[in-house]
C-alpha cells in the first residue's frame, strides 16, 4: 500500500501539499472519554510553527488547527478524529525559478522519478510542512499516554548539536531549553550557537544537527517482537521525519567500543521511596530503555541526525526535467537549520510510537 | 497486533524458539514463476551458520532448510512459501545457572515483564537464532529482484569496525571479504582484528561492531511516503536485528557538521556508456542512495552499530525473578562478537525491505 | 486497530459524524497521472443525495465534494487524495425525544455498549451519510479502473426487490433504471412498488429490499487466497454498508438446491468476434464470476439484502440509558426504504474491492 | 499484499497444499498464559476429518497436530504458536485424468489465469484442505474466548439443509448433533437426508447445504466501525471458506419483507435471575446479535451456503490448458457434500472473527 498511514491500534494518516488549499490527519484507534480540546493540540503546535524565531522559516503559518471529528462534549467518542490546518501562506511564485531544475538532496527529484509528476509550486507532499500533523497526532498520542501512565510521563527533546558545535552534555539541564529558540539543554552554548546560526543564513547556507528525545514514566515490557520492536519503530517514525539521516538508541554507535562487560547495564533491587515494596533499578542505562524490543522501564533514549536544509541560496549545480545541466539556487523563505523544528516533530513521532505500543499491548496481555 | 511479520506486498512471518524442535517462516507474496530452490537459501544461510569459525557460537547447526510449500517443478507458485529448519544442538542444559537470574543486556528481563514468562532454557523466541529466517526470507527477497533489476543489482555488506578498530575506508576492497572470517574488507587490519577478538574471546568478554550494507542497481523511486518511506523502512528493518542499537543512511551523523551547499549530492548529465542516451550522474553519495524516502538509482547505503553479545563469562551484578540481589555468569557457547553474523542478516533485512517496496511500487506505479 | 479505513494497496479510510461540520476521507494508493476532476465523483454523489424524490429522506444535503490533495492540474499525483464534504443541514433539534431512549434495530445501543458514550444528536458516526464518503472513494475507484480495464468495464447496481415485492428477472431491462426512482430493471412492477413504498411512508413505516450489483469487463485472475478471497472482500465490503444484512455471490443460497452436475458453469473454447483467437466462454453464471475467491472473467454478480429504515415513526418499545422501559418513535427525516440509497453505496463497494485487488494482483503477478 | 493471512490482533497465517509435505499456521498475538495441547486443537479437528463417514472424502488423514512453538510448559508464551499437520494420503495419482482440462466449478481455472501455473496434482492451495488450519486456529481462538467470556461462551454450529431439504426449525435441538454424520439439528429429518446423500453419492453427484452457527455468551460491543463491522468481518470470514456462496446473519434476506415496526428487537429491561441487578433483555432476535456493526449481546446467528462440490463422477463439458474442448470427469475421492465438514471450518472462522475483535476491543477500549 501507499505509506501514508501510521501504526497498528494506534493509527493516523496525513494528507496535504505544501501548497494546496490545507493539510490534515485522521487519527483513529483512540479510546473513548479521553478530554480533547483544539487548545491541546495547538499548544505542541505553537512550538513547530514558522516564524516563530528569526532562525526557522519566515513563512506566516498560524498552523491553527480545527478538530472536524471523533469528540463530542470535549471528550473522544473512539471514532476517528479528523483534524484540519489551513495553508494561509502559500506564496507559490517563490518557487518560480526552481519550477524545472531538481535541487540537490531534494526529494523532487526522487518524486518525478517514482511518480512522473512535477509538482513545480514547492516542497508539495514532501515539504516539512507535514510535519505539522504528526506533531498534532502526537498531541492526542500525550493524552492517551497521560491518562494510563500518570503524571510521571513525559517525552521531551532537545537539540544536542548544530553543524559542527556540540553541547557538554554534562551541563545538561532541561530548564535551560526555555530560554532559547534552539531547545538547547546546555546554556553555556546558546550564545555560541547564535553567532554560528547567524552567520549560515547570512551566508545562505544551511545547518544541520543532532536531535534527542526522551521519554519518562514508561511501562516495562512495550514493544512487539520480532518485526515490531519498540526500536525498530521508533527507528522508522524518526528515520521517516524530513532530513533525518540517522537513529539511535541510548549509547547507539558508542556503544561499539565498549567492552561486554561494561555495556550492559547491571540491576539490583532499591526500595521504592514512600512504598513498602521493592523495585528492580538499573545502575546505568547504555540500553536506552530498551532490551530485545521492549521498554525496560528506564528512560528511553532516541537520537537523531538531520541534515542541512537542502533549499539553500548557494547556487549548485543540478539538472532539470528536460534532462540539462543547469544550476539551482532557492530563493524562497527556508529554515536555515531545519533540526530545530524537528525536535518537537521528534517528541509527537516518539509519543506516536508509544501510543501505538502501549494499545497493543493491553490488546494481547491486557 | 502481535508483531511477528515483515513487509506488505512481500510478507514473511516467522516462528520458533531456540530451544524448540525447529524454527520457519511463511513467505507470501511473492510473484509466481520464479525459479527457486532450497539450494539458493541455503547458500546464504551458511553465511550465518554457528559453528564456521572461532569468533562464532560454537553451538553445532547445520541449519538445512527444507522448503514445505509453495514451490511447484522447480518455480514458485504465487502461495505462500513455508520453510522449516530443524534445531539440532538444544543442549538447553547450558542454561541451568541462569535459570532464574536475569542476564544484564539481555531480553529475558523484558520478556518477564511483558509475558509474565520464563523460559529458562535459553534466549527462546528473543534468541539470535531467529535471524536465520530473516536470512531464508532474504534469499527469497533476492530472486524476486535479481530477475526483475538484472544482473547489476547486488545487495551486500562488510564489517568496518569491531569494539574500537575501524578499517581505513580508502582501503575498502570487496574481494577481500573471502578471505577472513571477519567480513572485513580492509585487508590490512584483519590481523590485528584477529588479535583483538582472540583477546576477547579469551577473557570471557565481548565486541561490539560496525556494518554497512550497499545496495547496487536500484531503481530510482521505490519507497512509499510518508511513513513508509525506504529509509524507514530501512531503519526498522535494520533496528530490529538483534543487538542493533543505531542506524545510519549515507553519511548518517557525520553529515550534521558539512555545511549545506557541500552535504548535498549535486547532479549531472553524462553519457550513458554503449547506449545512445544520456542519464542522470550524481557526483556525491552523501545522501545514501535515498532522497525523500525514495531511491535515487545510486548505491543504497546503511550502516549500524551491533552491541557486544551480552551473554559473556564475566559476572556481573543482576536480580532475579524471586526479587533477590544475585551475580550471573553465561557458561554457553556465544558469539564473542555477534556483528559478525549480523552481515548477512543486515543483507538479508536489506534485501527484504527492497522486495517489498518493488512490489508495492508496481502496485501504485507499475 | 479500529476499523475506519478500507483496503490494502487501494487504501481509503473515512471521517465524520452526521452532525458535525463535515465529514471527509483520505483515499491513498491512487496511481499518478488518472485524470480526476471533483465532476468525477460529484455525479456518483448525486445518485446517492438525500432529497431527490420522495422516498428518500427530505434532509437538505447538497453534498459539494471538495477535493483538498492529491490532484494537481488535473491529474492524481500518487500522494493521498483528501475529500471532504461539508454538513449543511444538521437540524439536529428533531433529534432531542431520543435522546436518552435506544431506537431499536439501530447502531445507539451498541455504540453506548462499546465505547459508553451517548451522542444523542442523531446516528453520528452510525449514520448512513459516512456512506457518501464510499460513494466518493468508489468514484476514484472506477477511474483507475476504467483507465486499465478499458470500456468494457462497468460496475452497475439495480434494486430487485423491496418490501415483498420483486422483480421479475427475465424482465431485466438495464435501461428501465433512468425512468424511476427506485434503480428497478423491471419497468412493468414500478406502479407497483410507487403504491407500496407511498403507503409505507404514510403509515409511519420503512421498508426492506435487495439490491443486485453487477460488474462486468473485469479480467480473470483478481483476488487474493486465501483469506482475500475477491468474494470474502466483496462479502465485507457489503455486509459493512449500513443496514445490510445479507450478501449473495452469484446464484448464492439458491446453489444449494441444483445437483452438482447442473450447479457448476460449463466452458467451451469461443472466437472471438472480429479477432483472430479464441477464448473461454463460459456457458453460465451460476457461480457470478468468482472461483475458488479468484474472478473468472464473467460478470461479477453480488446480491444483498438491506433491512427496513430502524428510525420510523411508530413507537416501539425500549430502555434508555438510565435503565428504563420507555417507548421510542423518531420523528425526524428519514428514508422510508434505506435501500434505495443504498444502490449507489454497493456500487461504489464493489468498484472499491475490484481497484485494491487490481493493484494487488499488479503487485505480485504484474 | 497477498492474502494468506487473517487477522489483526488476533492473527493468524496458513500455508500448504493438499499434495505437499504437510500444511501448517502461525498462529500470533495469542495472550500469554494460556493452558494449551495438542488435545485442545485435536478434538476439533476430528471434527472435520476426512473418512469420518461415507458421506465425507475418504481420503485417510490422521489429521495429527503437532504444536512446534509458542508453549512453554502447558502455556502460550505470547509468542507465535505454530502448527503443523503432516499430508499422509497424498496419492496425487488419481489426478492424473485431470492434469490439463479444468474443473467446471472449481479453481483450476482462475489459479491458472491468475498465476500461470497448472499444479495437476490435485487442489494444491485452493483444496478444502486448507480448512484444516482454520479449524486449528479456532481451536486456539475458543480456548482465549474461554478464558475471558467464561462458561456461558459457545459456538456451535449445525446444517440446517441439504440439496432441497431444509429442517424443520421448530425441531431444532442441539442434542441432536450428536447422533448423526450431518450435524443436524432436527432428528425427524435424518433419515431422509441419508437416504438423499446416498443416492446422490450412488450417481456420482453432489449437494450444496446451508450451515447456521451460533455464537452465544459474547459480550456487548465488539467490532470495529466502519470497515471492520463484526458482521462484516465474519461475512468475509465465511464467504472465504471454499465452496461457500452467500452469508446471512440473522433473519437475513428474509428480512426483506418484514415491515419496520416488526423487523426491529425491542427491549425491556429484565431482572437478571440470581443477580441484584437489571439488564437489558431484547425481545427477539432478527439482528442475530449484531447492531451497527457491534454485538449486542444476544446470541450472534451467521448463515451461509455452501455449492455442490465441483469434482464429480459426472463428465461435463470443458476446455484444458491447450485452448481445446474437452469434457472431465473427478474419480477421485471428494465428498458428495462438501457442506458437511464446512460446520466445524464455519465454528472455527467464527471463533476466530470474535478472538480478533475481542483483543482489539481490549486495545482500544480495554
Given at each position: 500500500?501507499?505509506?501514508?498511514?501510521?501504526?497498528?491500534?494506534?493509527?493516523?494518516?496525513?494528507?496535504?501539499?505544501?501548497?494546496?488549499?490545507?493539510?490534515?490527519?485522521?487519527?483513529?484507534?483512540?479510546?473513548?472519554?479521553?478530554?480533547?480540546?483544539?487548545?491541546?493540540?495547538?499548544?505542541?503546535?505553537?512550538?513547530?510553527?514558522?516564524?516563530?524565531?528569526?532562525?526557522?522559516?519566515?513563512?506566516?503559518?498560524?498552523?491553527?488547527?480545527?478538530?472536524?471529528?471523533?469528540?463530542?462534549?470535549?471528550?473522544?467518542?473512539?471514532?476517528?478524529?479528523?483534524?484540519?490546518?489551513?495553508?494561509?501562506?502559500?506564496?507559490?511564485?517563490?518557487?518560480?525559478?526552481?519550477?524545472?531544475?531538481?535541487?540537490?538532496?531534494?526529494?523532487?527529484?526522487?518524486?518525478?522519478?517514482?511518480?512522473?509528476?512535477?509538482?513545480?509550486?514547492?516542497?508539495?507532499?514532501?515539504?516539512?510542512?507535514?510535519?505539522?500533523?504528526?506533531?498534532?497526532?502526537?498531541?492526542?498520542?500525550?493524552?492517551?499516554?497521560?491518562?494510563?501512565?500518570?503524571?510521571?510521563?513525559?517525552?521531551?527533546?532537545?537539540?544536542?548539536?548544530?553543524?559542527?558545535?556540540?553541547?557538554?552534555?554534562?551541563?545538561?539541564?532541561?530548564?535551560?531549553?526555555?530560554?532559547?529558540?534552539?531547545?538547547?539543554?546546555?546554556?553555556?552554548?546558546?550564545?555560541?550557537?547564535?553567532?554560528?546560526?547567524?552567520?549560515?543564513?547570512?551566508?545562505?547556507?544551511?545547518?544541520?544537527?543532532?536531535?534527542?528525545?526522551?521519554?519518562?514514566?514508561?511501562?516495562?515490557?512495550?514493544?512487539?517482537?520480532?518485526?515490531?520492536?519498540?526500536?525498530?519503530?521508533?527507528?522508522?517514525?524518526?528515520?521517516?521525519?524530513?532530513?533525518?539521516?540517522?537513529?539511535?538508541?541510548?549509547?547507539?554507535?558508542?556503544?561499539?567500543?565498549?567492552?561486554?562487560?561494561?555495556?550492559?547495564?547491571?540491576m539490583r533491587m532499591k526500595t521504592v521511596e514512600g512504598q513498602n515494596e521493592r523495585a528492580v533499578e538499573f545502575l546505568?542505562?547504555?540500553?536506552?530503555?530498551?532490551?530485545?524490543?521492549?521498554?525496560?522501564?528506564?528512560?528511553?533514549?532516541?537520537?537523531?541526525?538531520?541534515?542541512?536544509?537542502?533549499?539553500?541560496?548557494?547556487?549548485?549545480?543540478?539538472?532539470?526535467?528536460?534532462?540539462?545541466?543547469?544550476?539551482?539556487?532557492?530563493?524562497?523563505?527556508?529554515?536555515?537549520?531545519?533540526?530545530?523544528?524537528?525536535?518537537?516533530?521528534?517528541?509527537?513521532?516518539?509519543?506516536?510510537?508509544?501510543?501505538?505500543?502501549?494499545?497493543?499491548?493491553?490488546?494481547?496481555?491486557?
Amino acid at each position: 500500500m501507499s505509506g501514508n498511514w501510521f501504526g497498528h491500534n494506534f493509527r493516523f494518516a496525513t494528507w496535504g501539499e505544501s501548497h494546496g488549499p490545507a493539510i490534515g490527519a485522521i487519527v483513529d484507534g483512540v479510546p473513548p472519554g479521553i478530554p480533547l480540546a483544539e487548545a491541546d493540540i495547538q499548544s505542541w503546535l505553537d512550538k513547530r510553527r514558522p516564524g516563530t524565531s528569526k532562525y526557522v522559516t519566515q513563512r506566516q503559518e498560524p498552523d491553527v488547527v480545527r478538530i472536524m471529528s471523533g469528540v463530542f462534549e470535549g471528550k473522544t467518542t473512539g471514532t476517528p478524529i479528523a483534524l484540519i490546518i489551513d495553508n494561509v501562506d502559500q506564496r507559490s511564485k517563490d518557487y518560480g525559478d526552481i519550477k524545472d531544475a531538481f535541487r540537490p538532496g531534494h526529494a523532487d527529484y526522487t518524486y518525478w522519478k517514482k511518480y512522473g509528476i512535477r509538482d513545480y509550486r514547492g516542497g508539495g507532499r514532501a515539504s516539512a510542512r507535514e510535519t505539522a500533523m504528526r506533531v498534532a497526532a502526537g498531541a492526542v498520542a500525550r493524552k492517551i499516554l497521560e491518562r494510563d501512565f500518570g503524571p510521571k510521563f513525559q517525552v521531551r527533546g532537545a537539540m544536542t548539536k548544530i553543524g559542527p558545535l556540540r553541547i557538554n552534555p554534562e551541563k545538561w539541564d532541561w530548564a535551560s531549553l526555555d530560554g532559547n529558540p534552539f531547545w538547547c539543554p546546555d546554556a553555556t552554548v546558546i550564545g555560541l550557537w547564535s553567532k554560528f546560526l547567524d552567520s549560515v543564513r547570512r551566508e545562505g547556507s544551511s545547518a544541520g544537527a543532532v536531535v534527542e528525545i526522551h521519554a519518562s514514566g514508561v511501562p516495562a515490557g512495550l514493544g512487539a517482537p520480532i518485526y515490531s520492536k519498540l526500536d525498530a519503530d521508533l527507528a522508522s517514525a524518526i528515520m521517516g521525519i524530513n532530513a533525518v539521516k540517522a537513529v539511535e538508541i541510548g549509547d547507539g554507535f558508542n556503544i561499539t567500543a565498549i567492552p561486554g562487560e561494561d555495556a550492559h547495564d547491571e540491576m539490583r533491587m532499591k526500595t521504592v521511596e514512600g512504598q513498602n515494596e521493592r523495585a528492580v533499578e538499573f545502575l546505568s542505562n547504555h540500553a536506552g530503555g530498551i532490551l530485545g524490543g521492549l521498554s525496560t522501564g528506564q528512560d528511553i533514549v532516541v537520537r537523531f541526525a538531520v541534515k542541512p536544509t537542502s533549499s539553500i541560496l548557494a547556487p549548485r549545480r543540478t539538472v532539470n526535467i528536460q534532462g540539462e545541466d543547469t544550476t539551482v539556487a532557492t530563493k524562497g523563505r527556508h529554515d536555515p537549520c531545519v533540526g530545530i523544528r524537528a525536535v518537537p516533530v521528534g517528541e509527537a513521532m516518539v509519543a506516536c510510537v508509544l501510543a501505538d505500543h502501549w494499545l497493543r499491548h493491553k490488546a494481547q496481555c491486557g
